[in-house]
């Protein structure tokens, strides 16, 4: 199927400018146009940009994920780093997961702290913070 700009837009769930942007950023290639100069882009469009939003959902930035689409694109020269920037995300999402762990803790405490009266007007959870 081939859609238009605001068509592939919308079934990606995206502005126009979004689109546009990725194009810029060569996380998409410019694609063919119509003879009235209109963009067309296909379902594997779509399944590209679902990817690209996908993994900007896992925490990682359009500079990562144009090195990653480079793997999918099967491109040598951002190919060849990949396993050190593959180790240093998952490096950083270990970080991420125990700072996570951590503010779970706290919050816990915290939570442990509170007698759920909704009445108090003192709160020992600000006070502890305080």
């Known amino acids: 199927m081939i859609y238009r700009i605001s068509e592939f837009a919308d079934k990606c769930g995206v502005?126009?400018?979004t689109i546009r942007y990725y194009?810029?950023?060569d996380l998409l290639k410019e694609p063919p146009r119509t003879e009235s100069g209109y963009r067309i882009y296909s379902d594997d469009d779509v399944k590209r940009v679902?990817?690209?939003k996908r993994i900007q959902e896992l925490g990682f930035s359009l500079s990562e994920i144009y090195?990653?689409?480079?793997?999918v694109d099967k491109d040598?020269?951002?190919c060849q780093?990949?396993?050190?920037f593959v180790s240093r995300k998952q490096e950083e999402v270990q970080k991420q997961i125990e700072d996570l762990k951590r503010i779970e803790t706290m919050l816990d405490d915290l939570k442990q702290r509170c007698p759920d009266e909704k009445q108090l007007h003192s709160c020992p959870i600000i006070e502890t913070l305080t």
């Open 81 to 84: 780093d990949m396993f050190e």
């Open 23 to 25: 194009e810029r950023k």
């Open 76 to 78: 040598e020269v951002r």
């Open 50 to 52: 679902g990817f690209i």
């Open 15 to 17: 502005n126009k400018e």
């Open 67 to 71: 090195k990653l689409l480079g793997v």
